[in-house]
């Protein structure tokens, strides 16, 4: 599995997996009048295409099976990886929160620099708090400047972040970050 090239078309659409045709259509037409290039305000051609390759592969019913086959396989991976990863602390205390944040956009940013973007709700799926909980702490990463939202939404870690995640050793090992497979 390639996880480098790996692109969450749910997250693109910004829908729940469980999202049905209907639904997969209205936000796409929604997002997509947002971003058509010839939109002044809001276009963009990369996120147009983006979209609108996402919404190709979910619209098909024989194109979103094969795609939910990957996408849950490399779920199941990154659960997997976070939860070898994940310090032996008590999970309720706000710093093991923070640094569980952290450490999932680290992960990412690994994976995927060039497009480093993890949404609150896949941040939700990944840690297992939910967004009420999540909120202050994102809040509290972004004032620090080591997250920051990304231009589709969603979180990616800075480089002051990535020293936070050296300094307190919150770097999963080298064989456990999320790779596709190669030897390096």
């Known amino acids: 599995m390639n996880c480098k090239s790996f692109e969450d078309y749910y997250e693109d659409l ?3 997996p469980n999202a049905d045709f209907e639904t997969i259509e209205r936000v796409y037409r929604l997002l997509a009048k947002r971003y058509h290039p010839d939109n ?3 276009g963009s051609i990369e996120k147009f295409e983006a979209l609108t390759h996402a919404y190709n592969v979910l619209k098909d019913p024989e194109k979103r099976a094969a795609y939910d086959v ?3 396989q490399r779920k199941a991976h990154v659960w997997r990886t976070l939860s070898e990863s994940a310090p ?3 999970w309720d205390d706000d710093q093991a929160i923070r640094n569980r944040i952290l450490s999932v956009l680290y992960v990412d940013r ?5 497009h480093s973007n993890v949404g609150l709700w896949h941040l939700e799926k990944l840690t297992g708090w939910p967004e009420k909980v999540l909120e202050f702490h994102v809040w509290y990463l972004k004032e620090k400047a080591w997250i920051q939202r990304t231009d589709n939404g969603g979180f990616a870690i800075t480089a002051a972040g990535v020293d936070v995640v050296d300094q307190k ?3 999963p090992p080298r064989n456990r ?3 596709d497979g190669r030897a390096g």
């Open 110 to 114: 690994r994976e995927n620099n060039d």
């Open 14 to 16: 910004q829908i729940s």
């Open 177 to 179: 970050l999320l790779t």
């Open 169 to 171: 050793g919150l770097m």
């Open 88 to 90: 032996a602390e008590d």
């Open 40 to 42: 002044r305000k809001t």
């Open 70 to 72: 990957s996408y849950e």
